[in-house]
T-cell receptor, first 112, second 112 residues
Framework: KAGVTQTPRYLIKTRGQQVTLSCSPI?????VSWYQQTPGQGLQFLFE???????NKGNFPGRFSGRQFSNSRSEMNVSTLELGDSALYLC???FGQGDEQFFGPGTRLTVL | DQQVKQNSPSLSVQEGRISILNCDYT??????FLWYKKYPAEGPTFLISISSIKDKNEDGRFTVFLNKSAKHLSLHIVPSQPGDSAVYFCAASGGSARQLTFGSGTQLTVLP
């Protein structure tokens, strides 16, 4: 069974630009969560989608948004990029909410 | 306010010896705990979990212990192998939200 895939793997943007990251969950999984990982901060929860609805949201500004499509694929968008947004963005899928999560390899975003 | 804390950013252990990674939590609503392992340039992979109705769960070389009164869990790896060198994250979920809350991670280095 194919794992969680994320595209692109690497991205370089400049301040003020916006970016869209994509995540394809494991087939049959309906829950997709997004995390930001920065050195020393662990994995910070961004949001969770289940059946196209945002179920939970972390403590991030409104510049961070996401959505989930009917095939469970998910995208997250960051607008007006700041230097501090440079991080590894991880997507994880699970069959249901609260179940074991399977992570993708992440998208490394660098903001210059 | 970090609800899940891993106070040791790094740990070095000799091959063949026991590795003990610790994690503390503050939210009494947490009832499910997980450990993930992360290699560089990869997403975290699930290692082992424990629910609050148990105080120990074992899977091969990996054992997780939960002390609910102390709000503390630990991961024991016996015997440690060089391939275990990675960042280990503990995570917890519970209450109505069910999303995972992660600690900041501990870099384990197993020396040959």
């Amino acid at each position: 069974k194919a794992g969680v895939t994320q595209t692109p793997r690497y991205l370089i943007k400049t301040r003020g630009q916006q970016v869209t990251l994509s995540c394809s969950p494991i087939s049959g999984h309906r829950s997709v969560s997004w995390y930001q990982q920065t050195p020393g901060q662990g994995l910070q929860f961004l949001f969770e989608y289940f059946s196209e609805t945002q179920r939970n949201k972390g403590n991030f500004p409104g510049r961070f948004s996401g959505r989930q499509f009917s095939n469970s694929r998910s995208e997250m968008n960051v607008s007006t990029l700041e230097l501090g947004d440079s991080a590894l963005y991880l997507c994880a899928s699970s069959f249901g909410q609260g179940d074991e999560q399977f992570f993708g390899p992440g998208t490394r975003l660098t903001v210059l | 306010d970090q609800q899940v804390k891993q106070n040791s950013p790094s740990l070095s252990v000799q091959e063949g010896r026991i590795s003990i990674l610790n994690c503390d939590y503050t939210n009494s609503m947490f009832d499910y705990f997980l450990w993930y392992k992360k290699y560089p340039a990869e997403g975290p992979t699930f290692l082992i979990s424990i629910s609050s109705i148990k105080d120990k769960n074992e899977d091969g070389r990996f054992t997780v212990f939960l002390n609910k009164s102390a709000k503390h869990l630990s991961l024991h790896i016996v015997p440690s192998q060089p391939g275990d060198s990675a960042v280990y994250f503990c995570a917890a979920s519970g209450g109505s939200a069910r999303q995972l809350t992660f600690g900041s991670g501990t870099q384990l280095t197993v020396l040959p």
